[in-house]
């Protein structure tokens, strides 16, 4: 049996973006996926998704003669709650040159799914790291990044950055631009994230986007302009001590930022009334900054606060589920209980 884990991640800036280029900077944080893996004698699958919407499933599938799930479940639902695990499977099979291969696969995790922390990447990078290493053939950390942006690229049909991948697995804050993905220097930043309890579709949201910026050549600017606020950011980043509690002024600006990139992101139409509201009830209580993370359309936002003022204020805001800090996590994905 192995178990790893791998973080999600928040934004500081740049998603939707960083599809078509632009440079982006998520920073892992410390909400964890965690993926259980037991070779088995055959070639099944069995998963058990407790966390999963639907009050959680088991099923079990897989073999040469019968493909199906043996639940009584629509097969999109199906697939779209297997889709990263099978995905998952599939790159660790062909890594460890085991076709063949059957596991047991148990996920355990207190990353929302769906509301911008990268659940999806989480599952797939600690899932990839499980099952290679119980095949006896674990992968340096690159090839792992690689082969789990591809799992994500493929259940995305082809809508993915490498960035949440490569974040999840590297750990600390990260700079993707295009196939170019580096960990980057980072003070701990007060992130401070906000949750509606809802969440987006990626695929949709990232389609959206897509469509605006082939319509209109000012949406095509809006991501442009995300990619300086993002080259704006990382320059304030590259002079500050990572080391060192950051300053008022470091925050005052990256906030600053923040604030800009979700007026654009809300701009190509993936925020929403809750997010908006919650970015709002960030600001008044003296956020530095406060904007969506990640895909959209609901689920989660992050806002800069080294006090308690936002976190409380979030907690009174009708719109918001929970609200939590959430500290960078410098570590990436690592082996549990070894
Ligand atoms: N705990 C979990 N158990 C099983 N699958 C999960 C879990 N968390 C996430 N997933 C998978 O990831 C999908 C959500 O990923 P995505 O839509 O990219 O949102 P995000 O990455 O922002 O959380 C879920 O529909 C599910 O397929
Ligand atoms: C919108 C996007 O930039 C980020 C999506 O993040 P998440 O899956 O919502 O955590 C898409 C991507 O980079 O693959
Ligand atoms: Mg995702």
Redesign the pocket.
């Known amino acids: 049996m192995t178990v790893s884990s791998a973080p999600?991640?928040v934004?500081l800036f740049?998603?939707?973006?960083?599809?078509y280029g632009e440079p982006?900077v998520p920073c892992a944080v410390e909400r964890r996926a965690t993926v259980t893996v037991e070779a088995r004698e055959d070639d099944r699958i069995r998963v058990e998704a407790s966390d999963l919407s639907l009050d959680g499933f088991t099923v079990e599938y897989g073999g040469t003669t019968d493909r199906r799930p043996d639940v009584d479940v629509p097969a999109s639902l199906l697939d779209a709650a297997t889709g990263y695990i099978d995905a998952a499977v599939e790159q660790a099979r062909d890594a460890a040159d085991a076709p063949d291969a059957g596991f047991d696969v148990t996920i355990e995790s207190d990353i929302p799914l769906?509301?911008?922390?990268?659940?999806?990447?989480a599952v797939v990078v600690a899932g990839i790291d499980a099952a290679t290493r119980e095949l006896g053939a674990p992968l340096d950390r690159e090839e792992l990044a690689d082969r789990a942006y591809r799992a994500?690229y493929e259940v995305?049909d082809g809508?993915?950055?490498?960035?949440?991948t490569f974040c999840s697995t590297m750990g600390g804050a990260v700079r993707i631009e295009g196939d170019d993905c580096r960990r980057i220097d980072a003070p701990n930043l007060p992130f401070v994230v906000g949750f509606d309890g809802g969440a987006?579709d990626?695929g949709e949201?990232?389609a959206g986007?897509r469509a605006l910026r082939e319509e209109y050549g000012f949406a095509a600017d809006t991501v442009e302009s995300i990619g300086d606020i993002v080259r704006r950011g990382e320059a304030l980043l590259a002079d500050a001590d990572p080391e060192a509690t950051p300053t008022e002024g470091l925050l005052t600006e990256l906030g600053r930022l923040m604030d800009f990139d979700h007026g654009l992101l809300e701009a190509l139409g993936?925020s929403s009334r809750t997010l908006d509201n919650m970015v709002w009830a960030a600001r008044e209580a003296g956020a530095h900054g406060a904007k969506l993370?990640?895909?959209?359309g609901g689920?989660c936002i992050v806002a800069l606060d080294e006090t308690q003022e936002t976190s409380t204020a979030l907690r009174y805001t009708a719109e918001c589920e929970n609200a939590f800090r959430a500290e960078l996590d410098r570590e990436g994905v690592r082996v549990e209980g070894a």
């Open positions: 999600g991640k934004y740049g998603e939707h973006a960083v599809v982006a769906g509301a911008g922390l990268g659940s999806s990447a994500e995305q809508e993915a950055s490498r960035a949440d987006g990626t949201l990232v986007v993936v993370t990640g895909a959209g689920g």
